[in-house]
């Protein structure tokens, strides 16, 4: 089993890595698109939550290795920072991979093709549990969750000896004056939340980008560079946006 999850890592690692190193030029115009959109969102929440704390949660750590390719998450994260203003980032959560998995994903990217790759933003190497585990130590020290990675899912039954844990269950929900921002990892199943204010923002790709639009640099104006490629959505535009939110969970 874990050859097989090693393999199908390498290939999406494959992947991410030829899609990011495909031209200095379209790389570079792709990391400024990554900083506007974490410009874009720490303006919102810097007008919206002037000083607040904010707790941001990262990818999973990623294997150290030679030439490695910056995640996508590092640029929004500069963007970002350059905007919350009075804004205090108090904390990081960062997914801790297991020192075996870790050995055994070097090794089986041994090559010098897999020195250049990444870990893909999309695993989830945090569940429910663990997520909760890491926000109690954090509990009443932050108003804003600034997510720059996907929220987990729904934790695996192991060996049948526990219940399956949702992600309704994560403790951010609940906890009184905390708000949840999303950066990255979608929001298809987020519309109840954000349309009940538990979600404040998040940030999502445009449906339609014409493929003129992936050559040139982004516009001057932050407003207008964004919204070539994102959308802002937030409890008060729901409406105009319904179209990225096919069930409410």
């Known amino acids: 089993m874990h050859r097989a999850i090693l393999f199908a890592l390498c290939v999406a690692l ?31 929440l810097a007008g919206k939550f002037p000083g607040k704390r904010a707790l941001i949660l990262l990818p999973a750590e990623t294997p150290a290795m030679r030439g ?50 990444r ?9 429910v549990r663990k997520l909760n585990k890491a926000l109690e130590a954090h509990r009443g020290k932050y108003d804003l969750l600034i997510c720059l990675t996907r929220l987990p899912g729904v934790d695996p039954m192991p ?23 999303i950066a990255e990892g979608g929001v298809s199943r987020f519309g109840s939340r954000i349309e009940s204010g538990a979600i404040c923002a998040a940030v999502a790709g445009k449906r339609q980008i014409p493929d003129a639009d992936f050559e040139r640099p982004p516009a001057k104006g932050l407003d207008e560079a964004f919204s070539t490629r994102f959308v802002l959505i937030t409890p008060g535009n729901m409406a105009e946006h319904a179209e990225y939110f096919p069930v409410r969970r």
Not at 14 to 28: K, L
Not at 119 to 127: H, I, V, Y
Not at 163 to 181: D, I, M, Q, R, Y
């Open 159 to 181: 060996m049948g000896r526990r219940k399956a844990v949702p992600f309704t269950e994560l403790t951010c929900w609940n906890e009184k004056g905390v708000s949840v921002a």
């Open 119 to 127: 870990m893909p933003e999309s695993m989830q190497w945090f569940g």
């Open 68 to 117: 490695e390719v910056e995640g996508p998450h590092v640029a929004v994260l500069e963007g970002l920072k350059a905007e919350l203003g009075g804004v205090e980032i108090v904390g990081v959560i960062e997914p801790k991979l297991p020192a075996a998995f870790k050995a055994a994903l070097r090794a089986a990217m041994g090559g010098p093709a897999g020195e250049r790759m």
């Open 14 to 44: 494959s992947s991410t890595t030829m899609a990011q190193g495909g031209g200095n030029h379209g790389a570079n115009i792709e990391r400024q698109y990554r900083v506007l959109k974490g410009r874009k969102l720490g303006a919102f």
